[in-house]
Structure formats: structure tokens, C-alpha cells
């Protein structure tokens, strides 16, 4: 029985030490290859930087060329490369990638089950999407493989797709893009509002659609803020009807906007706002559109809601009249000798000027 207790352990320390051998020589190949894709990468990365730029035309040719163990080097830096640049040199290295056959293998691989395989290869297509959009093959192809992981079940997958979606710029993305808000397969809405802002005037349409069609009202307050910043002209019926939403937050976020938009033509709607909404969050942010639009027909209505305001609208119609040239000084002038609050306001803003200016005392 002891023999044979012996003879166990005999084994046991064996296939411990076998265990061992194999994982240092594991360890020692990888770092050998790793060393030799290192110097590889290091030979080949003024050839990506010099193709990127265009100066020594020969470079793409030599990449395009280089066996498969260089390229697997030269790929990484490629791909660093490319979030960084535009315009041509962005076509250049998409090129590239086209002809070493990255992304059509990136297209093949977004279908296949393992998830990871599927968010990088919706990585490889965010990065080429500025360029590749322009493929009449791959453009589209790129477009329907990433609206198929918008409702992959891993969040990465969903969250890569959302931002190559952005970065494609088709506008027919638009609209699906505005579902990855909803459960329960959501992405977050910073991501969404990312992609469709980089969409630009072409989520309009979509967005514009957003803004009244009853649904969750974080929702509408997220396509009318986007609307915002997008500056789009045409939002301007979208963003002046939505300053009648049920929901306050949906208001103030079309109040500011309008602002940021800076049409003379929201004017008459924001004034509206400013002297009837019943919340001070409202008032205050159509204030401020008022203010960054500088039309002075918005004086009087500025100066009643100083006058008679509660404290965050009376201030900040305070700021905006000093917005306003000479008329919103005029305002701010005549309510600063007075005791009450609104003196207290106009005072206050009024010394920002003088603050400016270098103050009398300075």
C-alpha cells in the first residue's frame, strides 16, 4: 500500500513538473514571437506613417505587399493610425485595409457567434466608416450588418455598433439608432446622442420625428437637446412645438436649443415661454436662449421677468439683457437703483461690466 501511495505522488510531481515545462516554454515561444512582432511593427511603422501622408506614394504598394507575419505587425499601427487622421489620409489607410482584405473579413466575422469576434470587428468598421461609407459594396453591406448588432445580447457589441453606426454616417441609421434607447437591449444615451450628432443634418429627420411622437420623455428631451446641437434650421417648427410639451424637462431642453440654434425667428416663441411657462426651469433656460440670440424685441418681456421674477429667473433675465446692446443696458439701468431684488440683479450684473473694464478703482 505504500508503494503504491509513493508511486502516486511519484506521478503527481511528475505531471506537476511536465505541467511547469510546458507553460515556461509556452511562455518563452510568446515572448520570442511577441519580441519579433515588436521589431517587425517597429520596421514597418515609418512605411504606415509615410502612406498615410501621401509623400512616398511607393509605401502603400510595399504594405500592401508585405507577407502575412509583417502585416500582422503593421496592422495594429494602422488601425491606431486611422482614428486619428482624416480626409485622405483616412481614405489611404482604409484603402489598405480594403486591399489586405481586414475589413471584408471584419463583414464576415459580425456574423459569427462569438461575441468577441463581433465587437471587433464592428471596431474595424467604426474606424474605416468615414471612408468606407463611400464603398457602393461595402457602405452598405458595413450598414446592415451593424443594424443586425444593434440588438446583439452583449452590451460591448451593441455599444461598438451604435458608435461605427455614427461614424458610417448613413442617415438611414437614424432612426434605428434612436431604438438602441429603448429596453431591453439599451445602450446608453450618451453613445446614441454621439453617433446621431455625428450623423449631423442627416438625423434631422429622425430626430425631428423624436420630438412628438408621445413615447418616454427622457426620450424627447434627448432628440430636442440633439436637435440643439445639430443647428439645423430646419428643427426650428420641431424645437418651437416643443416648447409646448407636457413634460418641463422636454420644454427647457427645447428652450435651450433654440438657443443654441440662434434663429431671430424662435424669438416670438421663446418670449412666449419666458412671460406664461409656470416652471422656473423653463423661464430660465428660454432666458438664457434669448440672451445668446441678442434680438432686442426680447427686452421688455427680459425686464418684466427681472422686475417680478422669482430668483433664478429674475437673474438670469439680468444676464441676458446685458446681452442685448444698448436697449438691454438701458433696462438693467433703470431697475439698478431701485432697493428690491431686481436692483439687486441688475447691480450685479452690471459690475461684471465694470469687472471687464478693469473696474473704477483698478
Not at 55 to 60: F, I, K, R, T
Request: charge should be positive; proline fraction near 6%; aromatic fraction near 0%.
Amino acid at each position: 500500500m505504500r508503494t503504491v501511495v509513493q508511486l502516486v505522488l511519484l506521478v503527481s510531481v511528475a505531471e506537476a513538473v511536465l505541467c511547469l515545462l510546458v507553460l515556461c516554454v509556452t511562455r518563452v515561444v510568446r515572448n520570442r514571437r511577441e519580441r519579433a512582432l515588436r521589431r517587425t511593427a517597429a520596421g514597418t511603422r515609418h512605411l504606415v506613417v509615410e502612406a498615410a501622408s501621401g509623400e512616398v506614394p511607393s509605401a502603400l504598394a510595399v504594405l500592401a505587399a508585405l507577407d502575412r507575419r509583417s502585416w500582422q505587425a503593421a496592422e495594429p499601427t494602422v488601425t491606431r493610425l486611422l482614428s486619428r487622421v482624416k480626409g485622405s489620409s483616412h481614405r489611404t489607410l482604409t484603402d489598405l485595409l480594403v486591399r489586405r482584405g481586414t475589413v471584408d473579413a471584419a463583414l464576415a466575422d459580425a456574423g459569427r457567434r462569438r461575441s468577441l469576434r463581433r465587437a471587433r470587428a464592428a471596431t474595424v468598421l467604426a474606424l474605416t466608416g468615414p471612408s468606407l461609407r463611400a464603398d457602393p459594396v461595402r457602405g452598405p453591406a458595413a450598414r446592415h450588418v451593424l443594424h443586425d448588432l444593434l440588438g446583439h445580447r452583449s452590451v460591448t457589441v451593441r455599444e461598438t455598433a451604435v458608435r461605427a453606426l455614427g461614424r458610417l454616417g448613413d442617415p438611414v441609421s437614424a432612426g434605428l439608432l434612436l431604438t438602441a434607447l429603448d429596453p431591453p437591449r439599451r445602450v446608453a444615451p450618451g453613445l446614441v446622442g454621439d453617433a446621431l450628432v455625428r450623423l449631423g443634418p442627416a438625423a434631422v429627420e429622425a430626430l425631428t420625428r423624436a420630438t412628438a411622437d408621445g413615447g418616454d420623455e427622457q426620450h424627447r428631451a434627448l432628440a430636442v437637446e440633439l436637435l440643439g446641437l445639430i443647428k439645423d434650421r430646419r428643427a426650428l417648427p420641431a424645437l418651437s412645438a416643443a416648447l409646448d410639451d407636457p413634460a418641463p424637462m422636454v420644454r427647457a431642453a427645447a428652450a435651450a436649443a433654440l438657443g443654441r440654434v440662434g434663429e431671430p425667428a424662435a424669438v416670438a416663441a421663446l418670449t412666449g415661454t419666458v412671460g406664461a411657462d409656470p416652471s422656473d426651469r423653463v423661464v430660465v433656460a428660454a432666458a438664457e436662449a434669448l440672451g445668446l440670440i441678442g434680438d432686442e424685441s426680447a427686452v421688455p418681456v427680459l425686464e418684466r421677468t427681472l422686475r417680478r421674477g422669482p430668483y433664478r429667473p429674475a437673474h438670469t433675465a439680468a444676464r441676458a439683457l446685458l446681452r442685448l446692446g444698448p436697449a438691454g443696458r438701458a433696462a438693467l439701468d433703470g431697475a439698478a437703483g431701485g432697493p428690491d431684488p431686481a436692483g439687486a440683479h441688475a447691480r450685479e450684473t452690471l459690475s461684471l461690466v465694470l469687472d471687464e473694464r478693469g473696474g473704477p478703482d483698478r
